[in-house]
């Protein structure tokens, strides 16, 4: 029996959903690294970091070739860019109209 696409898309956003896979994501946008500059940029252990990236891997998500001992990552497409910056403008929305609500709350308090 096929998967339904709403449980498709959430087991998808399950696999984005850690901060280590995100920050990769960020990082790749600008074009492929090796795992020594990811190590760099991120700043975990190389085990965590190893874990992470497997399961980008096989998400597909991100493909690595291997040049002699360094291994070089990148995104599998432009669509991932393209949800990297969907998010980043829904936060930017969000955080934006929380603060409109904290200006609104603060001005409404009473004067002490």
């Known amino acids: ?4 696409l709403y449980e498709a898309k959430a087991e998808f956003f399950r696999m984005l959903g850690h901060p280590v896979r995100i920050r990769v994501l960020e990082l790749l946008q600008d074009g492929p690294k090796p795992v020594r ?17 497997a399961v ?9 070739t291997r040049t002699g001992s360094t291994v070089i990552y990148e995104l599998a497409g432009g669509d ?4 990297l910056a969907a998010a980043r403008r ?3 929305t969000l955080v ?4 409109d609500l904290l200006d609104e709350l603060r001005a409404a308090e ?3």
């Open 90 to 92: 829904i936060l930017t």
């Open 110 to 112: 009473p004067m002490r």
């Open 80 to 83: 991932v860019a393209e949800l």
């Open 1 to 4: 029996m096929p998967v339904p």
């Open 37 to 53: 500059d990811l190590l760099a940029a991120i700043e975990v252990e190389p085990s965590n970091l190893s874990q992470q990236l």
């Open 56 to 64: 980008l891997r096989r998400s597909g998500i991100v493909t690595a």
């Open 96 to 99: 934006s109209s929380r603060q």
